[in-house]
T-cell receptor, first 113, second 113 residues
């Protein structure tokens, strides 16, 4: 069964303290891995798509990397405004539409000033 | 460019009552998704439309949930009758084609008492 596991469930950082969030997956045939940011009371906001092992993408203080079994979201020198839930999702073959998207439960990040 | 619009933002109902949610996707996006997000979990796909046809409804509880997208633009999701376990945020997302990056609306928070 296709599974996506995110860790840790919650992470508390001081402003400027760099860290990484993990997304591990067990799927048959990855067709894309997505990172989203979700603020309280809002819908997920798209950050990155990664397609193959070794791929990296960056946006401001965020950098996403992908291996054959997991993805990392690195946060460099975080600021309080980076506080949010970060969701990982994988696209795999399946569903009646040919592809299905499976989300992890998310990592809640708290950055203290 | 306007994003995905959803209404209402909040709804409180008694169990066994009916409720309907509305979604207007990004202009030109052919694919529309409805997700259910229970507190502390990642979004779970309920139904996917390609234009006005259903592509995947394998996880939709069809005994109480229904959805339509009559003209290939707006969509409504209905629950009849509601149960306590239906309390969740209902997210609508759209993409220009499937599979492709999904863009989410703000969601409707449903509380069933």
């Amino acid at each position: 069964e296709d599974q996506v596991t995110q860790s840790p469930e919650a992470l508390r950082l001081q402003e400027g303290e760099s860290s990484s969030l993990n997304c591990s997956y067990t799927v048959s045939g990855l067709r894309g891995l997505f990172w989203y940011r979700q603020d309280p009371g809002k819908g997920p906001e798209f950050l990155f798509t990664l397609y193959s092992a070794g791929e990296e993408k960056e946006k401001e203080r965020l950098k996403a990397t992908l291996t054959k079994k997991e993805s990392f979201l690195h946060i460099t020198a975080p600021k309080p405004e980076d506080s949010a839930t970060y969701l990982c999702a994988v696209r795999v073959p399946g569903g009646t539409g040919g592809f299905k998207t499976i989300f992890g439960a998310g990592t809640r990040l708290f950055v203290k000033a | 460019e306007a994003g995905v619009a959803q209404s209402p933002r909040y709804k409180i109902i008694e169990k066994r009552q009916s409720v309907a949610f509305w979604c207007n996707p990004i202009s030109g996006h052919a694919t529309l998704y409805w997700y259910q997000q229970i507190l502390g979990q990642g979004p779970k796909l309920l139904i996917q439309f390609q234009n006005n046809g259903v592509v995947d409804d394998s996880q939709l509880p069809k005994d109480r949930f229904s959805a339509e997208r009559l003209k290939g633009v707006d969509s409504t999701l209905k629950i009849q009758p509601a149960k306590l376990e239906d309390s969740a945020v209902y997210l609508c997302a759209s993409s220009s084609r499937a599979p492709d990056t999904q863009y989410f609306g703000p969601g409707t928070r449903l509380t069933v008492l």
